[in-house]
């Protein structure tokens, strides 16, 4: 590499270690960096955190019987569940402990969810049993009839990925992780001092050690240090979301066959509504995320196969993702190494399940930081603690009436779909919350039946003021994706 671009005048900051991506992986990362006494920092291109991949998944924290044998990622999901549940509570956080059935359909399945079961408990997990049909009957009575067997999986749950990667912001921020959003990286150089200058554009960086955890984006950032052997394999998911109406059809994350083409799934949502999923189709661009209406009648099917009650006519939403495995592993393996050209670099690549392995990424980067001479030292003033705001719709009455009469903004029913107040979308728009989908993932205004129809031009007005900007300047999701155009309130 070249240093033909010079570290500009006034530039950002000078830190220790610089984090590249601030989806569930990245910001997990920051919040276990911010232990130590250390100048760190976050960036991402996005306006929030976890507005790429990490938004557009299942949401579910599996064990580790989908993981091969003596791979990285099935070390890494080990125990997974319980430090979810233990940083729900230190993060005041979305966790929902739901079981697993992972159905076999006919008696020439059985043998996959045996196979489930040795792997599972051949990484160290403990929870399986294979169950027959009258006890699949018991735990889910919409389940089909021609579910003969079941690998029944203990100890799990389901979280809301995208709260979950602002809550680890906020709290890796309270423990002195600069954070910066809306900053794309635009280059990477070497510097004096085996020093790195990140080209952003909002400045240049400064930084003894980088992690690169950019998603979809790592490829892009391993070029910028010259290791070209990194590249990606890209699959787009389509996902459907059913009303909270016809939520007690379904009680657990119940799974069927699985192919390159799909991943057969029904499952609850940690707010409550049922998700339906996933239909695969190959890509090459990052940036497609639409969804057609074959793939919403691929996932019914798909769903339908498992609990023929379900229907598509309850759907109140769907969405796509896109999946990146690599080239570098077998077995659909993590890619979590060294930079071959740059010291003190480390390439984050984690395909499925990277939500569940997360934690446990968190501690292996930083353990491999350490091991490569980084100083860590732990603060002893280290708040492991963030609080969140109160939700109304999950307060008993008492404690209501206390929140309007401590501030009448909880009083004003914003969202009536899920019961969002004014208070809770002023309170995320404080703490940084400016677009519509950031309000949206954090307090859930919008996401209810008519999916904004009734909220959406409300949350927009407290957007504008909490902002201090006009309404035509509010957007849906950053950039030029703007929602409000000509006169407002005429």
């Not at 489930?116 to 009839?145: C, Q, S, W």
């Not at 003894?208 to 998603?215: E, H, L, M, Y």
């Not at 006519?313 to 796509?320: E, G, L, N």
């Amino acid at each position: 590499m070249n240093n033909e671009i010079p570290v500009q005048e006034g530039y950002s900051g000078e830190y220790d270690i610089i984090v590249i991506g601030a989806g569930i992986i990245g910001s997990m990362i920051a919040r276990e960096l911010s232990r130590f006494q250390i100048r760190g920092a976050l960036i991402d291109k996005e306006p929030f955190p976890g507005f790429g991949v990490t938004k557009s998944g299942m949401a579910q924290i599996h064990s580790t019987d989908f993981c091969p044998p003596g791979t990285l990622k099935g070390k890494l999901c080990l125990d997974a569940p319980a430090k979810f549940k233990r940083l729900a509570g230190l993060l005041d956080v979305t966790y929902r402990e739901v079981d697993e059935l992972w159905l076999a359909l006919e008696s020439s399945q059985i043998a996959n969810i045996e196979a489930a079961k040795e792997r599972g408990e051949g990484h160290g997990a403990t929870g399986y049993e294979i169950i027959g049909a009258e006890r699949i009957r018991e735990l889910e009575p919409h389940v089909t009839e021609k579910a003969v067997s079941a690998l029944y999986i203990r100890g799990l749950g389901v979280i809301h990925p995208t709260e979950w990667s602002f809550a680890l912001t906020e709290n890796a921020a309270q423990n002195g992780i600069e954070t910066y959003f809306n900053t794309s990286v635009l280059n990477i150089q070497k510097a004096e001092n085996r020093q790195y200058v990140i080209q952003t554009s909002r400045g240049a960086f400064k930084t003894k050690s980088i992690v690169n955890a950019a998603g979809l984006f790592a490829d892009e950032i391993a070029w910028m240090v010259q290791d070209h052997h990194i590249r990606l394999t890209l699959r787009k998911g389509s996902v459907a979301i059913l009303d909270k109406s016809v939520s007690h059809l379904v009680r657990h994350m119940i799974f069927g066959t699985f192919s390159e083409t799909h991943s057969q799934n029904v499952a609850p949502t940690a707010h409550g509504n049922l998700i339906l999923g996933i239909h695969y189709t190959k890509t090459d661009n990052k940036g497609d995320t639409s969804v057609d209406r074959e793939g919403i009648e691929k996932i019914m099917k798909l769903a339908r196969e498992l609990v023929p009650a379900l229907s598509k006519r309850d759907i109140i939403t769907s969405f796509a993702g896109i999946m990146a495995g690599n080239t570098m592993t077998g077995n659909g393996d993590f890619y979590i190494a060294p930079s071959e050209h740059a010291p003190d670099l480390i390439h984050v690549i984690a395909g499925a399940p990277g939500l569940t392995a997360a934690p446990g990424i968190a501690e292996l980067v930083v353990k491999m930081l350490s091991d490569a001479g980084i100083e860590l030292e732990e603060k002893k003033a280290f708040q492991e603690k963030r609080k969140g705001w109160p939700l109304f719709s999950a307060a008993l009455l008492d404690k209501q009436k206390e929140m309007i009469a401590s501030n009448p903004k909880f009083g004003h029913i914003v969202c009536r779909c899920e019961q969002v107040t004014e208070g809770e979308v002023t309170e995320a728009i404080h703490r940084g919350a400016g677009t519509l989908d950031a309000v949206k993932h954090v307090t859930r205004a919008g996401m209810g039946r008519c999916q904004g129809g009734f909220c959406g031009s409300i949350v927009l007005g407290l957007l504008s003021r909490g902002l201090g900007i006009p309404p035509q300047e509010v957007t849906k999701k950053g950039g030029r994706s703007f929602i409000a155009e000509g006169a407002m309130g005429e």
